[in-house]
């Protein structure tokens, strides 16, 4: 044989062996990123109240959630249909006791062990209860018998498990109102009502010893009815807005959700529990309400909480907490048609009785790129009449190839204003980060242009996705240059 053909074969096989090798580092990463893609959310979990006539059976609101990225459920109570319908489905389960059962749990710690008995151990393990609350915001019913009595209460619970050997899987804790707070803006001055201090350092301690979160329901919602500042329905939104500075930390806070959550990280702070993890056990949006009624819409709830959805996705956290997504229930699986007081009590169900979306926040595994709005559908402090939602009209340019770009005109503060919310919303800013592809130019429009469309083309790709307040178009003509070159679909 010739040097040559040796040669010539010790090519071909070099070059097979890398082609192999090569092929098998796309097929790992192929299953990798089928595996992150199906992945679902553990910080994500819903609110499964009963409080309605017209509920699907509760197997069929387990199939539900089986097909969707939540992982967790909460319930008010202990059902035992609902429990035991989620057996085996690998959903953590949160259960309830009633604020009626506190004083019985408190002083009679067989009664404690009694409702564990009946209410978790005969359910678990194949129903994966994770998490038991006892009472339902206590500390601001004003009633300082049962104030006093919650926490021998989660004290004989928490024994009834140590007991079964359960202490370490399943926590006890309870549910707070953000009213607990005396003080929430700015959020690092978050304190604790001191008149429910006393009662809470019992609680905090409980927390802390046993590895137990602190459990609180902040509702943006209710922040903006009562807030008249023009701006604080984006803020509540997840939306493009100036942001609220907060001079104790220096931080600019762009949503309403992580400045009430880090006013509560302040108030632990503040009392020295630093070790106390927050869990969100209710947040949400109404999607209608009565016609006096400031803020509910399908496009402000599909807003709210697809963006959350989506910030919690990102791993930002908090300022306050960065890196973690705090564990979020939504409000709720379905309406409750039997509660009183306004429509928007009724009106928080993400699904409809017959098991369909009202509006669709890509809670879907095989769907996770929400298409929610980008600026808010509802004028500032106009009440909100119920509408039938519509379809945006793709604008010109809506198309495959089209890129998000700002208008002409547009203010810097404007266009900082977009930058900041686009680098804040899940996307990766690094290329107009100093010795990134796209930072040179080192100017704002130029910044906030690739930023604004880095939102579009991962958001959606719908015209709403291209709105920020009316300050951004869709074009046909990339807009890369250069080195730095603009994602857009081809």
């Not at 992945?39 to 539900?64: H, R």
């Not at 953000?178 to 929430?184: D, E, F, R, Y």
């Not at 879907?364 to 909100?384: D, G």
């Not at 242009?449 to 307040?469: E, K």
Request: a negative charge.
């Amino acid at each position: 044989m010739s040097l040559a053909n040796t040669r010539t074969q010790s090519k071909q096989f070099v070059i097979v062996m890398v082609n192999l090798h090569y092929s098998f580092y796309l097929i790992v990463f192929f299953i990798l990123l089928t595996t992150h893609l199906a992945k679902s959310e553990p910080f994500i979990g819903i609110n499964y109240g009963q409080v309605a006539d017209n509920l699907p059976p509760p197997s069929a609101a387990a199939k539900l959630l089986q097909s969707t990225a939540i992982e967790k459920v909460r319930l008010y109570g202990a059902d035992p249909a609902i429990i035991s319908a989620f057996a085996n489905t690998g959903i953590g389960i949160t259960i309830g006791s009633a604020n009626g059962d506190i004083p019985a749990m408190a002083n009679d710690p067989n009664y404690a062990k009694s409702w564990v008995d009946s209410n978790v151990l005969s359910h678990y393990p194949a129903s994966n209860i994770i998490l038991i609350n006892v009472g339902n915001e206590v500390m601001i019913s004003g009633d300082h018998n049962l104030m006093d009595l919650l926490l021998p209460a989660m004290q004989n619970v928490q024994n009834a498990l140590n007991s079964a050997s359960l202490g370490g899987k399943i926590k006890v804790s309870t549910v707070h109102s953000m009213n607990v707070l005396k003080q929430s803006e700015p959020p690092s001055s978050g304190r604790f009502d001191p008149a429910l201090e006393d009662f809470l350092k019992g609680l905090l301690k409980f927390n802390s010893e046993n590895g137990s979160p602190f459990i609180v329901n902040p509702y943006p919602f209710f922040a903006y009815q009562s807030d008249p500042r023009p701006e604080t329905l984006a803020f509540c939104l997840f939306q493009p807005n100036s942001g609220r500075f907060d001079s104790g930390t220096n931080i600019k806070y762009t949503n309403m959700f992580d400045a009430q959550v880090d006013a509560v990280r302040s108030a632990l702070n503040a009392m020295s529990f630093k070790d106390v993890e927050i869990v969100i056990a209710e947040t949400g949006w109404p999607y209608k309400g009565d016609v006096n009624e400031v803020g509910p819409s399908i496009e402000n709830a599909r807003a709210y909480n697809g963006n959350l959805i989506a910030h919690l996705r990102s791993m930002a956290g908090t300022p306050l907490m960065p890196g973690k997504s705090v564990d979020t229930y939504l409000f709720a699986l379905f309406d409750e048609d039997l509660k009183p007081g306004p429509a928007s009590e009724r009106s928080f169900g993400i699904y409809k009785p017959d098991l369909t979306m009202v509006y669709d926040i890509a809670l879907s595994k095989s769907n996770q790129a929400p298409s929610v709005p980008k600026s808010p559908t509802t004028p500032a402090k106009k009440p909100a009449t119920p509408t039938p939602t519509t379809t945006p009209t793709p604008s010109v340019g809506a198309k495959h190839g089209a890129w998000c770009v700002p208008k002409p005109g547009v203010s810097i503060a404007q266009l900082q204003s977009n930058l900041d919310y686009a680098c804040a919303f899940a996307i990766d800013c690094s290329p107009i980060q100093p010795g990134g592809s796209c930072f040179e130019p080192n100017i704002v429009s130029c910044h906030a242009a690739y930023a604004m469309n880095l939102v579009y083309q991962t958001a959606g790709r719908n015209p709403w996705n291209c709105d920020f307040s009316q300050t951004a178009m869709l074009t046909s003509t990339n807009p890369s240059y250069d080195g730095c070159t603009y994602p857009g679909s081809t």
